[in-house]
Each structure stands twice: as structure tokens, then as C-alpha cells.
């Protein structure tokens, strides 16, 4: 994903992505991470063990909601 924002903020507007670049390389970036991946928690490195306890409780009744209810990990931005 660094490469990604990288090439979409680039100082010169020539060189910044067009829109279907930037569609297609967050496809493949997306298509190649498991649902596993997909559905996990961002986590600080610092955190506290009390709050990753937290954050991945927190997560976890996400995710079960999500899949219950048949919502993608990461909704695809292709129509």
C-alpha cells in the first residue's frame, strides 16, 4: 500500500496515478491478501496488552456481524 499512496501523492501531477491505476492496483494489492488479513484488526506496536485485548475483542463481534450479514472484508471499488 506504500507504493500505492507513494505514486498518488507524488509532488509533480504528472507522475500521480490516473483514478484506473489506482483502482486497479488496490484490486490486486486486495485480491492478493487472504479474508483472514482482510478482516484484522489494525494494531499499534506500542499498545498495551490490555488494549489489544480490547481492539481484538472489538474486531472479533465486528467480523462476526460482517460475515453474518454477507459484507465483503473490503467492498471492491471496480462497479
Known sequence: ?????DAMTSQHP???LRIEDVIERFSE???SLSKAK???ALKSKNASIITCVAVETRQFVRT???IVS???AI????P
Open 70 to 72: 454477507h459484507k465483503a
Open 14 to 16: 504528472a507522475d500521480r
Open 29 to 31: 494489492i486486495r485480491r
Open 64 to 66: 462476526i456481524c460482517y
Open 1 to 5: 500500500m506504500e507504493v500505492l499512496v
Open 75 to 78: 467492498p471492491d471499488p471496480r
Open 38 to 40: 482482510l478482516r484484522s
